[in-house]
C-alpha cells in the first residue's frame, strides 16, 4: 500500500537554527499538506499545495515558516529561526486532486527545539 | 465558528464496552466529517466519515451518528478492544474542492483487557 514518507523522523535543534523537513506524497496524489501538532491537541494545517501552487497559506508563520513544492511532487517545509514554541510533530498529508476527500497522513517528524 | 469541539479528552473502557466520543460543530457550511485514529508515533489514518446527507454510517464495529439540526456527531466503537487504544479525532470539512480540515482536539481512548 502506498504511504506518505517523512523525513526525518525525529530533528532536535537548538533555538535559531535553521531546520528542514521532507515529504512525499503518495504517487499522482496533487495535493499535498502540512500539518503542524501540538502535544494534546489535533493537527492544525499550515500550508496547502495543489500541484506546485499554494492555495492556503493562511496559518503558515511567514517571518519565520516557508514551504515548497518544486514540481508538484514533494515538498520542503523549512523554519529559520527555530523558536522554542515551535517544538511540536509535523505532519504532510496528500490527497487524490479535488474529488476525493481522504487525506492520507505520513508518520510525521517530532522536532523539539532546546 | 471554524472550530470543532471534542469530548471527552480522555476515555478508559473496559474491554467489550461501548467507546463513545462526540463532537460539536458551529458552522453550517461543513459538509463533511470523517474520523482519524492516531497511535503513539504514526500519523492520524482514516477510521470512518459521514456527509450530513445521512444520519449514520457503519463500518464494522464503528458506527458515526450525525444530528443535522443540533450540529452534532458521534464516534461509537462497539466490543471495544485493547487494540482500538489511541487518540481519535474528529475533524469538518467544507467542499471547497480542496478538502481543509479542521481537527478537533482529540480523545485519548484507553480500553482495559
Known amino acids: 500500500e502506498a504511504e506518505v514518507a517523512q523525513s526525518p523522523r525525529y530533528k532536535i535543534t537548538e533555538k535559531s537554527q535553521a531546520v528542514a523537513f521532507w515529504c512525499d506524497p503518495i504517487?499522482?496524489?496533487?495535493?499535498l499538506y502540512w500539518y503542524r501538532q501540538i502535544l494534546g491537541q489535533g493537527p492544525e494545517l499550515l500550508v496547502q499545495?495543489?500541484?506546485?501552487?499554494?492555495?492556503?497559506d493562511s496559518q503558515l508563520p511567514k517571518d519565520r515558516f516557508s514551504a515548497e513544492r518544486l514540481k508538484g511532487v514533494d515538498s520542503t517545509l523549512k523554519i529559520q529561526p527555530a523558536e522554542l514554541g515551535d517544538s511540536a510533530m509535523y505532519l504532510c498529508?496528500?490527497?487524490?486532486?479535488?474529488?476525493?476527500?481522504?487525506?492520507?497522513f505520513g508518520p510525521g517528524t517530532r522536532l523539539t527545539v532546546l | 465558528q471554524q472550530q470543532v469541539k471534542q469530548s471527552p479528552q480522555s476515555l478508559i473502557v473496559q474491554k467489550g464496552g461501548i467507546s463513545i466520543i462526540n463532537c460539536a460543530y458551529e458552522?453550517?457550511?461543513?459538509?463533511?466529517f470523517p474520523w482519524y485514529q492516531q497511535f503513539p508515533g504514526k500519523g492520524p489514518a482514516l477510521l470512518i466519515a459521514?456527509?450530513?446527507?445521512?444520519s449514520e454510517k457503519k463500518e464494522g464495529r464503528f458506527t458515526i451518528s450525525f444530528n443535522k439540526s443540533a450540529k452534532q456527531f458521534s464516534l461509537h466503537i462497539m466490543d471495544s478492544q485493547p487494540g482500538d487504544s489511541a487518540t481519535y479525532f474528529c475533524?469538518?470539512?467544507?467542499?471547497?474542492?480542496?478538502?481543509?480540515?479542521?481537527f478537533g482536539t482529540g480523545t485519548r481512548l484507553k480500553v482495559l483487557a
Open positions: 504517487s499522482g496524489h496533487a495535493t
Open positions: 499545495f495543489q500541484d506546485e501552487s499554494v492555495v492556503d
Open positions: 475533524a469538518a470539512s467544507i467542499d471547497s474542492g480542496t478538502y481543509k480540515y479542521i
Open positions: 459521514i456527509r450530513p446527507d445521512v
Open positions: 498529508a496528500s490527497s487524490l486532486i479535488s474529488g476525493s476527500d481522504t487525506q492520507y
Open positions: 458552522n453550517t457550511a461543513f459538509d463533511y
